[in-house]
């Protein structure tokens, strides 16, 4: 089960978007230019650092460059069955699921980036991560600092990102080495967010979420304020709103991923630092980060690695030295948004004849075989024929399932008769 996770503010870089000009998924980098009046491809190609950290450059760039990240593993037919994205990223990821159109969700970056550098501006502030730390202790130095300062990052187990006042935060780092933190990092950023010091920028951010139309998310997002899922789309104006007040909880939300069967967490947009956060929080899963084309090679083989090493119908895994997994699957994707019915003749490994559930590769089935033009399904009144053929190892949407254009319907494998 893939887990999507997007990067917030902070994982920005300089020239984050060369790799991409040359890639199909470049174009939706035009689309957020016309949808927010900004040359945003200045932005994640020529934009020096100073110019990139500003709180609205920052979030704008960030978001885009997720994006353009998230269309190019759409691409190649990876979807995913959760999302959550930490501060920043959790717009992205509402994108991602389907919950917010990507214009509206543009122009709602901008006005809370620009909320944010004014809320900053009129109440100054910083931020330090803490390492080595418990929580409660974390809150505990906080406390202990009696002055405006507050935990505004739960990342992992021992990390923790407290936020206030340049006096307080110093006050409360001291303290928190007195109680066995092993590091204390300031952040460069330029408020407190997360904290009540960005109040102020509430009122914009509520009328900018006022102007935006929700929809329910297509798979579960889970929210920054209390890790949980949340599927009413009425929900999420406020749960963004008490976002910027509150601290993102990215440890337990984790945890809840985990819980929801999450067993590869990839972190889709520039940096890595959620990729960290997901081997310290959840060890037992696949953590990997998609930042470059070239970082969807090893995404394709991770996941065809995943598959190959339960999948008993996989005899050739080995078989062909240095070649990627990934050359011998393929997926079949939707051509159109509606109900999806799969064709009822075919099976995958262990699954038997679709009974309205997502097969997971098992045993006891021999695999289903289709030809070039043979018909995999129906979405709505439309055939679903596939353009590939070989064996169906596994369902990727289930019986009645509420699909969208592009989403994958089932995984292929292509074997030595088929090329």
Known sequence: MLAFTFPGQGSQRPGMGRSWVDHPSWEVVAEASAAVGRD?????????????????NAQLATFVQSLVVLD????VGLAPAACAGHSLGEYTALVAAGAMPFGEAAALVVARGDAMAHAGEDAPGTMAALIGISDDDAEAACHRAEGEVWVANYNAPG???IAGTTDAVAAASEIARELGARKVLPLPVSGAFHTPLMGAARPGLRKAL??????TPEVPVVANVDARVHSDPNEWPGLLSAQLCGPVRWRQTVETLSGLGATTFVEVGPGGVLTGLARRGAPEAQSLSVATPDDLDA???????AHGAEDPWRHDQHAHEGEHLYMSERVVVSPCAG???????????????LPG??????????????????????????????????EVIRWLSVAGERVQEGQPLVWLRVTEEDR
């Open 40 to 56: 945003v491809e200045r932005l994640l190609l020529d934009a020096p650092m100073e110019e990139l950290t500003r709180t609205a």
């Open 72 to 75: 190019a593993v759409e691409r």
């Open 159 to 161: 990390q923790v990102v």
């Open 210 to 215: 006022g102007d935006v139309a929700f929809s």
């Open 299 to 305: 995404l394709l083989d991770a996941v065809a690695g």
């Open 339 to 353: 109900i999806f019915a799969p064709e009822q003749s075919l099976a995958a490994p262990g699954t038997g004849l």
């Open 357 to 390: 559930t997502a097969g997971h590769p098992g045993s006891g089935t021999a695999p289903s075989r289709v030809r070039t033009g043979d018909l995999v399904g129906r979405v709505g009144i439309t055939d679903v024929r596939t353009p590939f053929e070989g």
